[in-house]
């Protein structure tokens, strides 16, 4: 029978060097030491069987999943990933899923030089929670609430992708590639620490580009001209769904894991040198304006596009219902 020790030492006690960890994983807790000069950046995000991933997915995209989550969270911060917890509940202990889930998160973990130090598992319902620790250089974090007016509103990647990928049901090359955007985010780690001189304010898009832009345009009080039109959607996307259902779906769907980001005049030829280095495209899609209220308004050509039903609530009845 695999005990709760056995199965942490048999599948996540991997000795990994990544910043000062002075004591990892095999204690109550884990002792660790930022850099000097560095503050700790700290994120925690679970996802939960039929909720954040439908019931038939591998564990090996779960387990890569559970990070990635995590990881895009520091991206948004600019912050380089140190160290992570996880607490895991199982229904069972099933040794080949938990080889599979183990690769999945160390998968990406090595990419990234992340260190697992610790964490928790308990018996019940399929559910993985991470918490990240990264690092940055003291005052160099970027938040949601540094945008001004006149700054450009920049997307990372193909929005919409994740979404599709989820719901596709079909066989060929379009959809076997937006399912991947969805079972393999890619956190965009580097491009959130070069953005860190450049990016006025930033956010990662989990719940939603129109939804999670509404957050930076909240905690900076003001509101955005955009364009629909302007929407970086994926060849892919518009071959499975059409192109208005891909904008719809690019607006609204959550869980691209891309980088939403704004950037000020004086900064915008230095941004268009850090573009070339990035693995992935980054667009303009609008202008961050002063208004009364913080209001994101899209545009399809002459006309104000209204944006369907967006972003997900857990509590709400969408939420729920989903949940169920």
Not at 25 to 50: K, M, Q, R, S, Y
Not at 118 to 127: A, C, F, I, K, N
Not at 152 to 172: F, S
Not at 201 to 211: P, T, V
Request: net charge negative.
């Amino acid at each position: 029978m695999l005990t709760e020790f056995n199965l942490i030492e048999r599948f996540f006690n991997r000795q990994q060097a990544s910043g000062q960890l002075t004591l990892g994983i095999g204690d109550d807790a884990a002792v660790i030491a930022p850099d000097p000069g560095a503050e700790l950046v700290v994120a925690t995000d679970a996802i939960v069987n039929g909720i954040h991933f439908p019931v038939y997915t591998p564990p090996h995209a779960i387990g890569y999943r559970s990070l990635a989550v995590n990881l895009s969270d520091l991206a948004a911060m600019g912050a380089v990933p140190r160290w992570a917890s996880l607490a895991l509940c199982l229904p069972d202990a099933d040794t080949e899923w938990l080889e599979q889930f183990a690769d999945g998160f160390f998968d990406l973990a090595d990419i990234f030089n992340v260190s697992l130090i610790g964490g928790d598992t308990v018996s019940g319902p399929l559910m993985a929670s991470v918490t990240v620790h990264g690092e940055v250089g003291k005052g160099m974090a970027v938040t949601r609430s540094g945008a001004n007016e006149g700054d450009g509103i920049y997307v990372t990647g193909h929005p919409g992708d994740a979404v599709a990928g989820r719901l596709v049901e079909g066989t060929n090359d379009a959809d076997h590639y937006l399912a991947d955007r969805f079972l393999y985010p890619v956190p965009r780690v580097m491009e959130g620490q070069a953005l860190r001189n450049v990016a006025s304010a930033m956010i990662d898009i989990s719940d939603g580009l129109h939804a999670d832009l509404g957050h930076v345009l909240n905690q900076s009080g003001l509101g955005a001209e955009l364009d629909v039109a302007a929407l970086p959607l994926s060849n892919e996307l518009r071959s499975s769904v059409g192109r208005e259902q891909a904008q719809a779906m690019a607006l609204t769907g959550g869980d691209d894991y891309e980088l939403c980001f704004t950037v000020p005049d004086e900064h915008q030829s230095q941004l268009q040198e850090l573009v070339d280095s990035f693995d992935c495209a980054v667009t303009r899609i609008g202008t961050c304006v002063a208004t009364e209220e913080s209001e994101a308004v899209w545009r399809l050509g002459q006309n104000i596009y209204q944006v369907p039903d967006s972003g997900f609530e857990h509590f709400s009845d969408e939420g729920q219902e989903e949940a169920l």
